[in-house]
Nanobody, 124 residues
Framework: QVQLVESGGGLVQAGGSLRLSCAAS????????TGWFRQAPEKEREFVAA????????RYADFVKGRFTISRDNAKNTVYLQMNSLKPEDTAVYYC?????????????????WGQGTQVTVSS
């Protein structure tokens, strides 16, 4: 089993920044990808970004390109999501998830392990 714990969410004004962290523990794979997803009230969960184990492959949803940056520190078993220029429509619960292998999937079914989520609220 892999345990994922997100942190760093909170309340921020539009235009502000937050950095989310996703700390992994438990079983570790020699190669795995980590993704961030988000879910707003009454909306489907949607893909935000994903990063490969090496960090050399990264994928973003179109709506966050240029504003969000995903990165990882394997020595700390932690993946980060730096979110800048936040908008009210970014308000959601943000989840990190991980899956074995190197394919950066955008569908939630690709991922096997999920964190509990962290709330991000952007006020206008």
């Amino acid at each position: 089993q892999v345990q994922l714990v997100e942190s760093g969410g909170g309340l921020v004004q539009a235009g502000g920044s937050l950095r989310l962290s996703c700390a992994a523990s438990g079983r570790t794979f020699s190669s795995y990808v980590t993704g961030w997803f988000r879910q707003a009230p009454e909306k489907e969960r949607e893909f935000v970004a994903a990063i490969s184990w090496s960090g050399r492959s990264i994928r973003y949803a179109d709506f966050v390109k240029g504003r969000f940056t995903i990165s990882r520190d394997n020595a700390k078993n932690t993946v980060y999501l730096q979110m800048n220029s936040l908008k009210p429509e970014d308000t959601a619960v943000y989840y990190c998830a991980t899956a074995e292998g190197g394919v950066l999937g955008v569908g939630s079914s690709r991922y096997d392990y999920w964190g509990q989520g962290t709330q991000v609220t952007v006020s206008s």
